[in-house]
Nanobody, 115 residues
């Protein structure tokens, strides 16, 4: 059974930092497209950061310079370091990967940026 479980979300003040982690079971993050998405109330789910199958990271313009996506193949985790957080970063964050033509998603972790 494939499971993706996000952790690390919470309440943080503007300018603060959080590190999100996604632990995978039943699937490997290696040699796959992996990504973090987020969805705020009333908005579409948007791609935040991803690692292409070639290993290149890419980011949404809104988070460039602030967020860093990384993959730990040994621990089979996907991470998102979020710095200089802004209120507009408030959303449920999901990790995702694709395997054998099927998209897999975690349950999401809430990130709230508020003073």
């Amino acid at each position: 059974q494939v499971q993706l479980v996000e952790s690390g979300g919470g309440l943080v003040q503007p300018g603060g930092s959080l590190r999100l982690s996604c632990a995978a079971s039943g699937i490997s993050f290696s040699y796959k497209f992996v990504a973090w998405y987020r969805q705020a109330p009333g908005k579409q789910r948007e791609l935040v950061a991803a690692i292409s199958i070639s290993g290149s990271p890419n980011y949404a313009d809104s988070v460039k310079g602030r967020f860093t996506i990384s993959r730990d193949t040994t621990k089979n985790t996907l991470n998102l370091q979020m710095n200089s957080l802004k209120p507009e970063d408030t959303a449920v964050y999901f990790c995702s990967t694709r395997w054998r033509g099927v998209d897999y998603w975690g349950q999401g972790t809430q990130v709230t940026v508020s003073a």
